[in-house]
């Protein structure tokens, strides 16, 4: 049973460019999670999926993030006309279940690092 | 809105030293989960806690969850290198949909 797959590891855009980042959650999970990592800092909540539906997206900018779930294929979070600020490691979690009701493990992949020059 | 705060954040130690990382949240927590994220890698799951009171070990490690659910802590006991990196406490939103991670406590070990 592979493990939350993300791609690309490290992204490199121009100021302006668009990035696309991919994660593909552990089989049969079906809750998607990103995360925005910082240097030396926590992971900040963007959003949370289920399968075609975003169910929070209270910690992602409303300007030039999105994110989908597709009925078909990897989550996908997309960020328009990139600026330094966007440099960062962004993390995708998967779950089985939702956290609420008593919570369950997230499975993290291994993250996008993401430069923008 | 609902903070989780760690301390310290960074410790070092000597090998063979012990080691405590404090967790606290701003709100009462239904649950509480702690991950480990090596240098350069991605939060691995440690643990979950959901009992009030709840102490629970793996090996050299031992969690602790609060009697009142706000607060944990993450005690190792004789560190090894092995043990270097950074250590999350995590616990649910109010509206059950997402983790809120605390910034880490970074532990480094030296040999």
């Known amino acids: 049973n592979a493990g939350v797959m993300q791609n690309p590891r490290h992204l490199v855009r121009r100021r302006g460019q668009e990035a696309r980042l991919r994660c593909s959650p552990m089989?049969?999970?079906?809750?998607v999670y990103w995360y925005r990592q910082l240097p030396e800092e926590g992971l900040k909540f963007m959003v949370y999926l289920q399968k075609e539906n975003i169910i929070d997206e209270s910690g992602m900018p409303k300007e030039r993030f999105s994110a989908e779930f597709p009925k078909e294929g990897p989550s996908i979070l997309r960020i328009q006309q990139v600026v330094r600020g966007d440099s960062a490691a962004y993390f995708c979690?998967?779950?089985?279940?939702?956290?609420?009701?008593?919570?369950?493990?997230?499975?993290f992949g291994q993250g996008t690092r993401l430069t923008v020059v | 809105g609902q903070q989780v705060m760690q301390i310290p954040q960074y410790q070092h130690v000597q090998e063979g030293e012990d080691f405590t990382t404090y967790c606290n949240s701003s709100?009462?927590?239904?649950?509480i989960q702690w991950y480990k994220q090596r240098p350069g890698g991605h939060p691995v799951f440690l643990i979950q806690l959901v009992k009030s009171g709840e102490v629970k070990k793996q090996k050299r490690l031992t969690f602790q969850f609060g009697e009142a659910k706000k607060n944990s802590s993450l005690h190792i006991t004789a560190t090894q290198t092995t043990d270097v990196g950074t250590y999350f406490c995590a616990g649910p939103n109010q509206a059950g949909t997402a983790l809120i991670f605390g910034k880490g406590t970074t532990l480094s070990v030296s040999s």
């Open positions: 089989k049969g999970h079906s809750h």
């Open positions: 979690a998967s779950s089985p279940v939702g956290q609420g009701a008593g919570g369950t493990e997230a499975f």
């Open positions: 709100t009462t927590l239904s649950n």
